[in-house]
Structures are given as structure tokens and as C-alpha cells.
């Protein structure tokens, strides 16, 4: 019989915490992976005896696999995003310095993620679940408890209010970028 560590038995005593933790950041489908890799990833620590508060460390591990997660995400989203880029009049430029445009992409995606935070409570939830983690209309009507046609209403309002958030501040962002004259 294989007798736990330290670190182990802390998890299984904690194991609710942990869930509630990581359930506060991620979508309910995803808790169950994230407390399953913070299990795997405690078990692979080497020196427990660093350690000064083991529960601390571990559902800080949890947070911090949860908030990966959900950064993944985000740039799943942004590049799903940019796809669509073309239904809009909104289109990024270059200006041929490398520096300057991969600046000027992370600044674009942070507009992005901000455009996704000013949008309502369930639009928000509705319009991630959708673009983010690939639900369909069905699943998300049932994760927030509407109808399908609620679901629909929310994503094209979310993906409205996102493009008219976009375009409304990139107007203030592209006054900063160099103009390319062809």
C-alpha cells in the first residue's frame, strides 16, 4: 500500500475548497480538469518541505491554472475574432515595423477583452461560452437557464456592442500609430 504525502493528503482534505476556488474563474465543465491538474502538478513538487502553508500553495496553484485556462481562452476567442474581422469596419493596419505592430496587437486585444468585460452579465457569459469555449446554443441555454432564442438574442448583441466598442475606441488608438502612406 502506497501511504500519501503530505501535500497529497492537504489536497484530498481541501478538495472542496479547491473546487469552489477554481469554480469562481472558470465555466462549471472546466473545474473538474483544472482541480485534476493542480492534483498532478502537486504530486509532481519535489521539496514539500519549502513549503509553509501547503492548503495556500495549493488553491493558489489552482487559481493561477484556472486563470491560465481562461487566458487560453481569451486568445482562442481573439483569434476566432480575428476571422470576422473582415465583416466590419474595423481593420487593424500595418506599418511594417514588426515592434510596432505586435504592440499595437496586444493593445488591440486588450481593447478586445475590455470590449467583452463592458458587456452585460449574461450577453458576456452567453457570447464566451459560444466563442470561447465552443458551446452550442443548446448547451449555453442550459448552462444559464434560457431559452435557445435568448442564447442567439445574446450572442449577436454581445458580438454588436463588442464591434461598436471596437471601432469607437480604435478611432482613439489609431490617432497614436504611424500612418502608412502606399
Known sequence: MRYARGIEQVYFKALGLITRTVG???PPDDVEDIVQETYVKACQV???SDIRNPQAFLLKMARNLALDHIKRAEFRLASSMSGAAGETDYEPRSSGDLTHDTAAGDQEFALFCESIR???QQS???FVLKKVYGYSQKEIAIQLGV???TVEKHIAS???KSRQFMMKHASVAEFAKPSVRE
Do not use: T
Request: proline share 6%; aromatic share 0%; net charge positive.
Open 158 to 160: 454581445g458580438l454588436l
Open 118 to 120: 463592458q458587456l452585460p
Open 147 to 149: 431559452s435557445e432564442s
Open 24 to 26: 469562481r474563474v472558470v
Open 124 to 126: 458576456r457569459r452567453a
Open 46 to 48: 519535489k521539496n514539500e
